[in-house]
T-cell receptor, first 110, second 114 residues
Framework: RKEVEQDPGPFNVPEGATVAFNCTYSNSASQSFFWYRQDCRKEPKLLMSVYSSGNEDGRFTAQLNRASQYISLLIRDSKLSDSATYLCVVTGGATNKLIFGTGTLLAVQP | DGGITQSPKYLFRKEGQNVTLSCEQNLNHDAMYWYRQDPGQGLRLIYYSQIVNDFQKGDIAEGYSVSREKKESFPLTVTSAQKNPTAFYLC?????????????FGQGTRLTVV
């Protein structure tokens, strides 16, 4: 089983739609969680950290469910500019190394 | 400005040659990482280091080597033993001392075997 798993997509959604991504992780000792965005042929950039209480940044909401070992990202009112690959990242445990999911490709259609 | 710098941005290698990719950070981060990304694929961990003079293999270390002689620098050598080295290589760094601190990435190096 992979340490971090994501649905690779692609998710094709119309503008204005709400889309949700999930990411599961296998190490219950994981401590930190993030969502990154990667545009084509560019480096990943932090979209938002994920806190136990959940957090929101404009149209984006991230949540953590430790009991079920998954994190989620909700994007409301999708824009064309949201088209990208979204990577979930988990860190912590014995080695504290960063583990990336394979990413979920989002394509927002006009 | 603080940040993480990779060089070169593009690199061409002949078959059988070793090449070294540079990664430097001035963020005072303890941890540094090398990832490989193939077209349409996610990031796969090659090597990582959490302290000077120490590093660990990731999931795809075969055909690669690293060193961590200074906290700021974590160069990656792609050796001739790496059979399919054409890929996008990303270096990242992060702190180990705080919760929920992000990893910063360099702009990446595109390596092509010619």
């Amino acid at each position: 089983r992979k340490e971090v798993e994501q649905d690779p997509g692609p998710f094709n959604v119309p503008e204005g739609a709400t889309v949700a991504f999930n990411c599961t992780y296998s190490n219950s000792a994981s401590q930190s969680f993030f969502w990154y965005r990667q545009d084509c042929r560019k480096e990943p950039k932090l979209l938002m950290s994920v806190y136990s209480s959940g957090n929101e940044d404009g149209r984006f909401t991230a949540q953590l469910n430790r009991a079920s070992q998954y994190i989620s990202l909700l994007i409301r009112d999708s824009k064309l500019s949201d088209s990208a690959t979204y990577l979930c990242v988990v860190t912590g445990g014995a080695t504290n190394k960063l583990i990336f999911g394979t990413g979920t490709l989002l394509a927002v259609q006009p | 400005d603080g940040g993480i710098t990779q060089s070169p941005k593009y690199l061409f290698r002949k078959e059988g040659q070793n090449v070294t990719l540079s990664c430097e950070q001035n963020l005072n981060h303890d941890a540094m990482y090398w990832y490989r990304q193939d077209p349409g694929q996610g990031l796969r961990l090659i090597y990582y280091s959490q302290i000077v003079n120490d590093f660990q293999k990731g999931d795809i270390a075969e055909g690669y080597s690293v060193s961590r002689e200074k906290k700021e620098s974590f160069p990656l050598t792609v050796t001739s033993a790496q059979k399919n080295p054409t890929a996008f290589y990303l270096c990242a760094s992060s702190t180990l001392t705080e919760m929920n601190t992000e990893a910063f990435f360099g702009q990446g190096t595109r390596l092509t075997v010619v």
